[in-house]
């Protein structure tokens, strides 16, 4: 079974940070793209970033390109979503995703998702 568990989600001021964390089971992911997607009240879900299997390319939303950065640690099947910058818009349930064929803005429905961890940014 592939499951897929993020951590690091809560409560934070704007211009604050946060740390997302998501770890993939099983080996099958050591060569699947790994990233995040969040869905904000009221809205669909959107694409925030992607990571390669091999570590890249890396891809961004526009939205949040410059605030946040994605990396794996490939040995432990392991994503990493560092939020910094933060801002009210950025509220959201975030979401664990994996796919064979990548993760980017071209991304319509990874085929792995996790439970969602909230982030909540005050104003």
């Known amino acids: 079974q592939v499951q897929l568990g993020e951590s690091g989600g809560g409560l934070v001021q704007a211009g604050g940070s946060l740390r997302l964390s998501c770890a993939a089971s099983?080996?099958?992911?050591?060569?699947?793209?790994m990233g995040w997607f969040r869905q904000a009240p009221g809205k669909e879900r959107e694409f925030v970033a992607g990571i390669g299997w091999t570590g890249s390319p890396t891809y961004y939303a526009d939205s949040v390109k410059g605030r946040f950065t994605i990396s794996r640690v490939h040995a432990k099947n392991t994503v990493i979503l560092q939020m910094n910058s933060l801002k009210p818009d950025d509220t959201a349930v975030y979401y664990c995703?994996?796919?064979?064929?990548?993760?980017?803005?071209?991304?319509?429905?990874?085929?792995?998702w996790g439970q969602g961890t909230q982030v909540t940014v005050s104003s």
């Open positions: 099983g080996r099958t992911f050591s060569r699947y793209a």
């Open positions: 995703v994996g796919d064979e064929g990548g993760i980017s803005g071209a991304t319509t429905q990874p085929t792995y």
